[in-house]
């Protein structure tokens, strides 16, 4: 059975290793750390932070009287948020000039960060094709986890108030989670795949691992691929709280609430943002002389057939993720320099993914070659957007040669031990491959791997 197992594989990777190689020309963000992948990276291994306190104005529950809006906000348990931050400066997001185009009526905020980020990721590409051709070989593959609930409360607002006939006929197209994906390929006239994944937390990674095979399988020659999140509003955190999901002792020091892998996590941190990236086969953008971040190498997906919130005690999913990714890179564990993991800060998940990610890298983990964060303790968990920014992060961990840290890490969990441990500030190294967690709700688990292009 093991030469089963044996000959099986190999074929697998000889065919894995027959299809086109993929890589990453261009990056767009919209974070908590700011607007653009330069000011977002920055603050990043400098050891910012994104979180601030919610106030009553990013509820998101127009329409109400004062005494409503006030209940709500008290009778919220967190109130801690990742927040984008808005407006005319440097770094900043100008939400107005995302929203208020000719499309404006159909754009809800997720589509928006969408728009924001795919044209930073395509201008950064220098990918930006007239002729039908390109265009009809260039698709889009962008999901998210939520879609616009505040949108929807605004709508069942109206029947409430037996006021239906006012629903806009733009409602439907607002919520729907595939109308980022359309926005952008209409924006751009892209009239290659057309997709959108929704995989929770997931999504962003799922996105880009998707759009990867598409690549690979000659569906396309360009991705414009990744996640978007919009769900700082009372009903998501509302909703999360009764999950017990979220972090609740820190809403005096919200800096300090997400804090991945720390003995004293109490729970995630909600974000929103959008992360994108162009991925490109790698013939294509070498024959327009294209600038390669780094070849994305390896893609694993899994479910842990489970639980609807909780990974499995001993991270089986995680790992299988993780191992399948690495199977068809045909690196060897030891080559991978760099894990951002996908640890939220909740007391379960951090410590189950420690054990997965040691089982994985076994003596490359516990000799403490192997470098590992969560850059959530920076930026909150963005849910859908999560997997594409966070993917973001390990491809320029590659290609800076630096580790991202992993903020607020005061007293490690005693799961890790001797060198086997996640890095609290930025380290400079060489980073030849980094691999990217992401596990959403209902089990499902996608693991991103890239490398140098030069490995």
Request: hydrophobic share 40%.
């Amino acid at each position: 059975m093991a030469r089963l197992r044996s000959l099986f594989s190999r074929r697998l990777f000889s065919s894995v290793s027959s299809f086109r190689r993929v890589v990453v020309t261009g990056l767009g963000a919209v974070t908590p750390l700011g607007c653009g992948v330069e000011p977002t990276w920055r603050r990043l291994i400098e050891g910012k932070c994104g979180i601030r306190a919610i106030r009553p104005e990013d509820l998101r529950i127009d329409g109400v009287d004062e005494a409503t809006l006030a209940y709500t906000y008290e009778q919220l348990p967190s109130k801690v948020a990742a927040v984008v931050p808005r407006g005319k400066g440097e770094g900043e997001y100008n939400e107005e000039a995302w929203l208020q185009s000719k499309d404006s009526k159909s754009i809800s905020a997720f589509i928006a960060y969408a728009l924001c980020a795919a044209d930073e990721a395509l201008t950064d590409a220098n990918w930006l094709p007239n002729a039908t051709e390109e265009k009809e070989r260039t698709g889009v593959s962008l999901g998210g986890g939520i879609g616009s609930i505040s949108d929807i409360f605004d709508a069942s607002k109206l029947i409430n108030e037996k006021k239906i006939r006012r629903l806009s006929p733009y409602f439907v197209p607002k919520i729907l989670i595939n109308m980022a994906s359309g926005h952008v390929s209409m924006k751009y006239g892209f009239q290659g795949p057309n997709h959108a994944a929704v995989t929770a937390c997931a999504t962003g990674a799922h996105s880009i691992g998707d759009a990867t095979r598409m690549i690979q399988f000659g569906d396309a020659d360009v991705m414009v691929a990744g996640g978007t999140e919009c769900s700082i509003d009372a009903l998501s955190i509302a909703g999360f709280s009764r999950l017990r999901a979220l972090s609740t002792k820190y809403n005096a020091t919200p800096e300090a609430s997400s804090r991945p892998f720390d003995c004293d996590r109490d729970g995630f941190v909600i974000g929103e943002g959008a992360g994108v990236m162009v991925l490109e086969a790698f013939e294509h953008a070498k024959e327009r002389g294209a600038k390669i971040y780094a070849e994305v190498c390896g893609y694993g997906m899994s479910g842990d057939a489970y639980h609807i919130t909780q990974p499995q005690n001993d991270g089986k999913g995680a790992m299988l993720a993780m191992r399948r990714a690495i199977g068809q890179s045909g690196l060897h564990p030891n080559e991978i320099d760099y894990v951002n993991a996908h640890a939220t800060s909740t007391p379960i998940g951090d410590a189950i993914e420690a054990n997965a990610i040691k089982s994985v890298f076994s003596d490359h983990a516990t000799s403490g070659a192997l470098a590992l964060s969560s850059t959530k303790g920076a930026i909150g968990h963005l849910l859908g957007a999560a997997g594409a920014v966070e993917a973001i992060f390990s491809v320029l961990a590659i290609y800076h040669g630096v580790a991202p840290g992993t903020l607020n890490l005061e007293k490690i969990d005693p799961v890790f031990e001797g060198a086997y441990a996640p890095l609290v500030h930025a380290k400079k190294m060489p980073i030849r491959a980094a691999l990217s967690n992401s596990f959403g709700f209902g089990g499902t688990n996608a693991s991103l791997l890239f490398s140098s292009p030069t490995i």
